[in-house]
């Protein structure tokens, strides 16, 4: 296995999921419920839209060498675009409810409306996962950490290592909004995080623009 494909995922994915709308999303689902009743609903979402994502990108490492890091340093490049973006959204208040409708927000109230509506009423391991599944699966479609995924298993043509290093992160992450709770984003600098995670795409486009150059 490509260790090196597995922690570099790892580091990428789990930077760029800490400032992501569906890490608040497992937040105020985890301030609901049982912590590891949402946990197991949130992984299995998470480990579908990996295996997804991987499943894409070794389609795209089927290209020619020079025609992957092409694509590879422009979607690294868009990738740090978007965690900048993604960034500029105050969790804090989207956990709190505070956000207006549409874009990290929207996800985070529609979590919190499944949330209550659930919590009506008793909720046994099924539903909470089951819910906790659906809100996070959508969430997550066509999200950052998604194309990411699927980039990096186009950049390095190790599906497995990609895979294990992307779910664990987004698992990682998801265990520590849930067991942290709101007392997590009064510690987290996301502005920080956010920057660094940018970075680290940025670095990685100028690699696989230096590798396409190169031939």
Do not use: C, H
């Not at 790892?10 to 760029?16: N, Q, S, Y």
């Amino acid at each position: 296995m490509n260790l090196t494909a597995a922690f570099v995922t790892f580091g990428v994915i789990f930077l760029a999921e800490l400032p992501d709308k569906t890490m608040v999303a497992s937040l105020v689902l985890g301030s609901r419920f049982r912590p590891l009743y949402v946990w197991a609903g949130v992984a299995a979402a998470f480990a579908v839209q990996v295996t997804l994502a991987v499943a894409a990108g070794s389609a795209i490492s089927l290209l020619p060498g020079r025609a992957v890091d092409i694509v590879a340093a422009l979607l690294f490049a868009l990738g740090a675009v978007l965690v900048l973006r993604e960034g500029r959204e105050d969790p804090d208040d989207e956990a709190e409810g505070g956000a207006a409708e549409g874009g990290p927000a929207g996800d985070v109230a529609a979590a919190e409306a499944v949330a209550e509506a659930d919590n009506a009423g008793k909720s046994g391991f099924l539903r909470v996962a089951a819910t906790s599944f659906v809100v996070v699966f959508v969430a997550e479609l066509g999200d950052l950490t998604q194309f990411s995924t699927a980039n990096l298993a186009a950049r390095y043509s190790a599906p497995v290592a990609v895979w294990i290093g992307a779910v664990l992160a987004l698992w990682t992450v998801a265990a520590l909004a849930i067991a942290g709770g709101r007392s997590l984003l009064r510690v987290l600098s996301v502005r920080l995080i956010t920057r660094v995670a940018a970075t680290a795409f940025a670095v990685l486009a100028v690699i696989s623009l230096i590798d396409a150059i190169r031939g």
